[in-house]
């Protein structure tokens, strides 16, 4: 029998995601700021949604902790 944990990682909600509302000065996210293993990024540039890289992501959850917007939260996968 192969037993997994549960994995736990963050993802953004993009329809509350707006870099305008929450950076108007130079549109970077402030959870993409406070990741520290740089699994969250803004690929397409300032002003633009980030995006996780899910298989890398630790769960430290400071992303979610920085994002004031309530944009990034947890998913759960069994």
């Not at 992501?57 to 979610?64: A, D, F, K, S």
Request: some cysteine.
């Amino acid at each position: 029998m192969n037993l997994q944990s549960k994995k736990s990682f963050a993802m953004v909600d993009y329809a509350s995601c707006d870099a305008h509302r929450c950076n108007p000065d130079k549109g970077i996210c402030a959870a993409v700021l406070a990741c520290s293993h740089k699994v969250i990024k803004q690929i397409d540039g300032a002003f633009e949604p980030p995006m996780i890289f899910y298989d890398l992501c630790l769960g430290c959850w400071e992303c979610i902790e920085a994002c004031p917007l309530r944009a990034v939260r947890i998913m759960h996968v069994t």
